[in-house]
């Protein structure tokens, strides 16, 4: 059976009409979108979706950042997707994400206390189950 990984396009990617690029990227890989919901997230989705970065300098910042528009939420299947879809997004720093990448081409460092870098994919296969769970539901 395929893989699944949880994408979000967070919202500065949102923002700047980024959205149909992430897909369109995800999909010109042969990946296939299977849920789709562009919303608001709610402060106990984030204390959970981020739950290992509590205490760190920039968890609040990142908590704020995340609330301050509409998230699009995706569930993403494919063989080998959860490293491959990290490998389209690039290195988390959008300055240091090589050109090619989600981040690369479109992310820079906008000064802030955060890293904006348009979008998140969980980082394994645990933590792809346990993201889609948090946003989408068990049944999910
Ligand atoms: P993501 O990998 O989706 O989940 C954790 C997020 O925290 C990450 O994306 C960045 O948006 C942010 N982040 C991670 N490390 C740092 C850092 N050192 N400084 C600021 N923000 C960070």
């Keep these: 059976t395929p893989d699944r990984t949880l994408v979000i396009v967070k919202p500065d990617g949102v923002a700047r009409g980024l959205t149909g690029?992430?897909?369109?990227?995800?999909?010109?890989?042969g990946y296939r979108v299977v849920r789709l919901e562009m919303r608001r997230a709610t402060p106990d989705e984030l204390a959970r979706h981020y739950a290992e970065h509590e205490g760190k300098p920039f968890y609040q910042p990142l908590v704020d950042f995340m609330l301050s528009g509409p998230?699009?939420?995706a569930v993403v299947e494919g063989h080998g997707v959860v490293p491959g879809?990290?490998?389209l997004a690039g290195a988390t720093d959008p300055t240091a994400a090589a050109p090619?990448?989600?981040?690369g081409d479109l992310g820079r460092d906008w000064g802030l206390?955060?890293?904006q870098n348009i979008v998140h994919g969980s980082d394994s296969a645990e933590s792809a189950a346990r993201e889609t769970a948090i946003w989408f539901g068990a049944d999910a």
Excluded: C, H, N, P
């Excluded at 690029?21 to 890989?29: D, G, I, S």
């Excluded at 090619?100 to 981040?103: A, L, P, Q, S």
């Design 85 to 87: 879809f990290r490998s």
């Design 100 to 103: 090619g990448t989600i981040r």
């Design 71 to 73: 998230v699009v939420l």
């Design 113 to 115: 206390k955060v890293q």
């Design 21 to 29: 690029e992430v897909l369109r990227r995800v999909e010109a890989k």
